[in-house]
């Protein structure tokens, strides 16, 4: 008679913590979407917007911006490389 109950208690812990972990999971996906917009869809938009104003200040502006995003973009691809390799070296 108590195994019973013991056995629901232990599931509906299970079940809630595995819907925790998809909320977390789902919250985690929407927060990198919404970085990826504000990183990359903003500033797109932004840099469309300057080169049809064909103001060169702000031109500038976006180009150097655009150039370091390219470059921690690489430089994060060959870090994460780097590091996988020295974490799965062990």
């Not at 208690?9 to 985690?28: F, K, P, T």
């Not at 938009?45 to 390219?70: H, P």
Request: charged share 20%; aromatic share 16%; proline share 2%.
């Amino acid at each position: 008679m108590c195994a019973k109950p013991c056995i629901d208690y232990h599931c509906n812990v299970l079940h809630r913590y595995q819907c925790n972990l998809g909320v977390m999971i789902l919250w985690a996906n929407m927060i990198l979407a919404l970085c990826c917009f504000m990183g990359v869809a903003l500033p797109v938009y932004s840099t469309f917007k300057a080169i049809e104003r064909k103001d060169e200040d702000e031109q500038k502006k976006w180009l150097m911006y655009w150039a370091s995003y390219g470059t921690f973009s690489i430089a994060e691809v060959f870090a994460a490389s780097f590091l996988l390799g020295k974490v799965f070296e062990y």
